[in-house]
Structures are given as structure tokens and as C-alpha cells.
Nanobody, 123 residues
Framework: QVQLVESGGGLVQAGGSLRLSCAVS????????MGWFRQAPGKEREFVAG????????TYAESVKGRFTISRDNAQNTVYLQMNSLKPEDTAVYYC????????????????WGQGTQVTVSS
């Protein structure tokens, strides 16, 4: 059973930073592509960032490029999302997800996901 547990969310002022973490149970972490998604109230869940199994390739939504950085530590079974220059429109519940493909870009392709962590950015 694979479990994903997000942490690091909270309340921050616009322009501030947060670092989200997602700890993954099990020994096959390096075989999963990992991604971060978010869902704001009244909106559909959207892709934020993804990282390949090897960690050698990353992709980002246009809205977060240059501000967010996804990374992974395969020794610690953890994926991170460093969020800088936060904006009120970044307010959402952030979810990490995993699949066994090379990359993950859509929620529909996720094999596993966490319960989410709330990020609130005040203006």
C-alpha cells in the first residue's frame, strides 16, 4: 500500500514563500513520477508541477513558472514544492500524486495521491 502525506501548508502574505513536502511510503519511490496539483474553491483541480522518476526532468504550469520549483529526494522518499513570490491566486489545497509512467501531468493518470494541504495567501 502506497501512502502519500503532504505537509508544509499554511497562511502566508503575498510575496512570501512556503515549502511543501510529500512523504511517500514504500520502497518503490524512485519508480514513480511525482506531481503537485491544486484545487481552489469553486475551481477544477489543476496541474502545478511534475518531476520524472529519475528527477532529471521537470514541468510546470505557466502560472507558476519561475516562482515554484519541484524537486525530489529519492533517498528520503520525499518530493518537495518550493513556492516563492506567492500570490493570492495561489490559494488552494495542494495535493501530491504519483504514477508509474515517465511523467505525470493530469490528475486522471494518478495512481496514488495524498489528502492535500491548505495554502492560503493573503493580500
Amino acid at each position: 500500500q502506497v501512502q502519500l502525506v503532504e505537509s508544509g501548508g499554511g497562511l502566508v502574505q503575498a510575496g512570501g514563500s512556503l515549502r511543501l513536502s510529500c512523504a511517500v511510503s514504500g520502497s518503490a519511490f524512485s519508480s514513480y513520477a511525482m506531481g503537485w496539483f491544486r484545487q481552489a474553491p469553486g475551481k477544477e483541480r489543476e496541474f502545478v508541477a511534475g518531476i520524472k522518476r529519475s528527477g532529471g526532468g521537470t514541468t510546470y504550469a505557466e502560472s507558476v513558472k519561475g516562482r515554484f520549483t519541484i524537486s525530489r529526494d529519492n533517498a528520503q522518499n520525499t518530493v518537495y514544492l518550493q513556492m516563492n513570490s506567492l500570490k493570492p491566486e495561489d490559494t488552494a489545497v495542494y495535493y501530491c500524486a504519483a504514477n508509474r509512467a515517465l511523467v505525470i501531468r493530469t490528475w486522471a493518470t494518478a495512481d496514488y495521491w495524498g489528502q492535500g494541504t491548505q495554502v492560503t495567501v493573503s493580500s
